[in-house]
């Protein structure tokens, strides 16, 4: 049975007395024996109600009094402090709870029934009573927390409750919009901001202290709080783009995470694998794709448009996304075929193209020219050539190997390659190509130029202004468009083909080209970029020349020197280098944007440029290495120097079988050249800028040592190094190979697991950290050292090492919680675990008039879930990473209680 306390009023108590007077006059008895009390209700035991000490805050009753003067006998309860409760049971269990309506102290009286023989509230036979009360704190005034509207942003808060029914008050703030946040104050400023995490819906909740003197957060004591949301655009869904697999090689996007924290929602996806891409498509179709740039990551950004419906990318509304990697040999570095121009006729290659859409990379070298060819060289020499078959474009393909260590034709590994043709090629007609002007922007190019000095004559087209294109076309229609890369020019060059019947593009006879461009934009101040010197080799510009004739004022900013560069910054800093891509020469075009207000660079604002460049080398003195042979293997070292280049460049050639040059800087040994099975190792080091030194890959060289294979190599016990399972998370190794197949005994550790690492220790304590890198696996290569007597990473030798990875999360009991519904409100609790995730999710559902969940860890109750006026509450739970607990907020759940939430005052 439970109660809500009446409160009747001043007529209800008038007819109350009334009642009981008439009926006292009637229910009179005649006296009995002296020391006989007249009713039997007068005569109940104070043992017939047991006072319990058992609940949460459960204390001594602050008072208990018996009174056996009236007709009946009346005992009275009462219990003092802050939020005091009594709690009423009968023989079933709990009756209800009485209140201190807010005063402090909450009364129970009771009467002793008829038969004398218990005592009774509204009909309800008590057995038990339990006094309770908050342990500490009062609740605090409402204005020692003031709401300002300052900041941008700033609005009404959008809730503020009190939850009094803790031990202490509880105040929560609720700010709602996007990018709400709220930003907390103490006396002496601004202690952070609460983010909405990206749900719409920040939440601040403040404790009101022991004293009842201020509300605080994390200890400190909050006086003022303001909220603001975003002002502009909206969180675009999810759905907006549909992510696909159709293609070749495709596959899931490795990750899709939205960043809300800027004005607008920000969403990107990242596609890893070989040669990793990203295609991207409107609803016209696809308009483009994201390459790894070599790295094995592909990253595609797009923006949340201001009305919220729709993701896009440079303006255009991308719809569907799809992620793609090559499925098996691995991309060959370009540098393993040399392009030289050693013979008669010797020209560029005019096109070097890597095509990555099949199982393996295949390399496309195209030589321009009359009579063109190619020739093929192995590192045997000369296999062949190449030819035009009279079309004037001799092509040659190469396909990466499976191991990615070469390009092969027909099976041999091609490690040079070489275009020549007849100097001659006609000069073909201009008019073989007509300028339109149809489409939307269409302006006439800023330049069109022939340039006949080299074998074949170069036209050149130029056509700038804001966001400038030219758009090439075939007899077939159009094949693209060559955009200005955010420059402000776009340039295209067509070659002369081989009988002059035509200009071409990539092997394409373009017969129709078209400039566009945005029209507008003013002409910028030459003060909007300082040009520093700051930094190492800083120098003057060569030149900086700004061009009004065009839609919009183009600066160009010229280094020259040797290995000159331009560092390019933004009000954020550097963002971008021009280097001088080895001609001597860097230079950086910038244009002038359509308000006149900054001159930019790829779209972004440029406010600071710096030109440097490396000082003539000069050349080093022999004695700055010393060289020797070591072994018995009959080996020989010989050092040639050339100086004909801009530095003095040190061949040492190591002969012998299985011959090898390791490589000393100050600090010791750091590199080893190996024969790759020829019998001859090659070493070239250059001279520093200012003859210092002689340099290998930046680290100057002071020794270098010719030497055979030395069979202790290979003799390096397992022993040597020491496999540990001793920190946080560590675990067995996933393989343990050693490789005997190279020049010394190589030891190959891989561990595998989320978050993976190789601990790697030296005598002295750990040095290095192999990870995952994102693959789930993390490898490590250990060498046999010459003598047989140690494993080395980087020249130093390993004595430790030690696999670890993140557990995997596992499925908990059901059993580790306990579940009831209590009262008679007519609730049920649904009970629903989820284990799709990582960690399994456990959801209770609490359903009914006010629905109230009772979340309890070992030590008691620490959290209550009410149902916020929807008559459903509900509480998830997460497995803990070793599956021995589910766990809230980091607190372990042990009982959940679903009820209706109890109101009962009285004074």
């Not at 590192?379 to 062949?384: T, V």
């Not at 041999?412 to 007849?422: L, N, R």
């Not at 067509?494 to 080209?513: L, Y």
Request: charged fraction near 15%; glycine fraction near 12%; hydrophobic fraction near 35%.
């Amino acid at each position: 049975m439970r109660w809500s306390i009446y409160r009747p009023g001043p007529l209800a108590l008038i007819l109350l007395g009334f009642i009981l007077h008439h009926s006292d006059a009637c229910a009179r008895m005649t006296p009995t024996t002296p020391g006989i009390p007249a009713y039997p209700c007068k005569n109940c035991a104070a043992n017939l109600i047991t006072i319990i000490t058992t609940g949460a805050g459960a204390k001594e009753f602050d008072g208990d009094s018996l009174v056996r003067t009236t007709n009946c006998a009346t005992r009275t309860f009462t219990c003092k402090g802050a939020h005091a409760i009594i709690e009423l049971f009968d023989n079933s269990g709990e009756l209800g709870t009485i209140g201190d309506g807010g005063t402090g102290t909450s009364t129970l009286a009771l009467t002793c029934d008829g038969t004398g023989t218990a005592w009774t509230y509204r009909g309800a036979k008590i057995t038990k009573v339990e006094c309770s009360a908050a342990k500490a704190c009062k609740n605090c005034a409402a204005n020692l927390i003031t709401i300002t509207k300052n900041g941008v942003g700033a609005k009404d808060m959008d809730s503020d409750t009190t939850d009094t029914t803790g031990d202490c008050a509880v105040r929560k703030f609720v700010c709602a919009g996007q990018m709400a946040n709220i930003e907390m104050f103490t006396d002496a400023g601004s202690i952070g901001t609460v983010t909405d995490g990206g749900t719409g819906n920040a939440m601040l909740e403040v404790t009101c202290n022991g004293d009842g003197t201020g509300w605080t957060f994390m200890g400190m004591k909050i006086t003022k709080v303001e909220c603001s949301a975003a002002k502009a655009c909206k969180n675009c869904a999810a759905n907006l783009i549909t992510i696909t697999k159709n293609g070749v090689g495709a596959k899931d996007m490795d990750s899709d995470t939205t960043d809300t924290t800027g004005d607008c929602a920000v969403r990107k996806f990242v596609c890893a694998g070989q040669m990793a891409n990203i295609e991207m498509f409107t609803d016209a179709g696809s308009i483009g794709t994201v390459t790894d740039g070599g790295t094995g990551n592909a990253m595609l950004e797009v923006t949340c448009n201001g009305d919220g419906t729709g993701w896009t990318f440079m303006g255009m509304k991308i719809t569907k996304v799809e992620c793609s990697a090559a499925k098996a040999c691995k991309n060959c570095a370009a540098n393993l075929i040399t392009i030289t121009k050693n013979g008669v006729g010797a020209k560029d290659m005019d096109s070097d193209t890597t095509d990555t859409t099949g199982d393996c990379a295949v390399r496309k070298f195209v030589c321009v020219g009359q009579m063109a060819n190619i020739e093929m060289f192995t590192d045997a020499g000369s296999i062949g050539t190449v030819t035009d078959g009279g079309t004037g474009n001799a092509m040659l393909e190469v396909t990466c190997n499976g191991d990615g260590t070469g390009w092969t034709f027909m099976g041999m590994k091609i490690t040079k390659v070489e275009c020549s043709a007849a100097k001659a090629c006609k000069n073909c007609a201009a008019n073989l190509i007509t300028i339109t002007k149809n489409g939307v922007g269409a302006k006439d190019m800023d330049s069109d130029t022939t340039d006949t000095t080299g074998d074949c004559a170069v036209r050149k087209f130029v056509c700038a202004g804001q966001m400038a294109n030219i758009e090439m076309f075939t007899d077939a229609g159009s094949i693209g468009t060559v955009t200005d890369g955010g420059t402000g020019n776009a340039m295209l060059e067509v070659t002369c083909n081989g009988d002059g019947t035509g200009w071409t593009f990539m092997g394409m006879k373009i017969t129709k080209v078209e400039c566009t461009a945005t029209p507008a934009c003013k002409t910028c101040n030459a003060n909007l970029i300082s040009i520093t010197k700051d930094g190492n080799e800083a120098k003057d510009m060569t030149s900086d020349v700004t061009v009004t004739t065009g839609q919009c004022a183009v600066r160009t900013f010229t280094c020259t020197g040797d290995m000159a560069k331009i560092e390019v910054h933004s009000p954020g800093g550097p963002f971008h280098t021009v280097t001088d891509g080895g001609v001597g020469t860097s230079t950086l075009e910038v244009t002038c944007n359509a308000d006149g207000t900054g001159w930019t660079f790829m779209g972004t604002k440029v406010t600071k440029v710096e030109c440097s460049a490396t000082p003539a080398c000069k050349t080093c003195h022999p004695s700055l290495i010393t060289h020797s042979t070591t072994g018995n293997g009959g080996h020989n070292m010989a050092d040639v120097t050339v100086t004909t280049g801009q530095c003095a460049v040190r061949t040492f050639t190591c002969s012998g079988a299985m011959a090898q040059i390791e490589v000393h800087s100050p600090g010791g040994p750091f590199h080893t050249v190996t024969d790759g099975g020829t019998n001859v190792a090659k070493l070239d080091v250059i001279c520093n800028g200012d003859g210092s030194g002689w340099t290998y890959m930046g680290t100057i060289v002071t020794k270098v040592v010719c030497s055979g294979a030395n069979a202790n190599s290979f003799n390096c016990a397992a022993d040597l190094i020491t496999i540990t399972k001793t920190g946080n998370d560590a675990k067995d190794m996933e393989s343990d190979v050693t490789d005997i197949t190279g020049a010394s005994a190589v030891r190959k550790f891989k561990c595998t697991g989320q978050m993976a690492n190789i601990a790697v220790h030296s005598s002295a304590g750990a040095f290095h950290t192999a990870t995952h890198g994102g693959l789930g696996t993390a490898s490590l290569d250990v060498t046999c050292n010459a003598d047989g007597t140690a494993w080395t990473f980087m020249g130093t030798t390993v004595t430790k090492v030690e696999c670890s990875a993140t557990p995997a999360c596992k499925t908990c009991h059901p059993s580790l919680i306990t579940h009831s519904t209590t009262g008679n409100g007519g609730h049920n609790m649904a009970d629903v675990t989820v284990t799709t995730g990582q960690c399994a999710v456990r959801t209770f559902t609490c359903s009914g008039t006010m629905a109230h969940l009772e979340v309890h860890s070992p030590g008691g109750p620490f959290h209550a879930v009410d149902d916020a006026g929807t008559n459903v509450a509900k509480l998830d739970v997460v497995c803990n990473g070793d599956g021995s607990g589910w766990t809230y907020m980091g607190t372990t759940v042990t009982k959940v209680v679903c009820s209706e939430k109890l109101n009962v005052n009285s004074k």
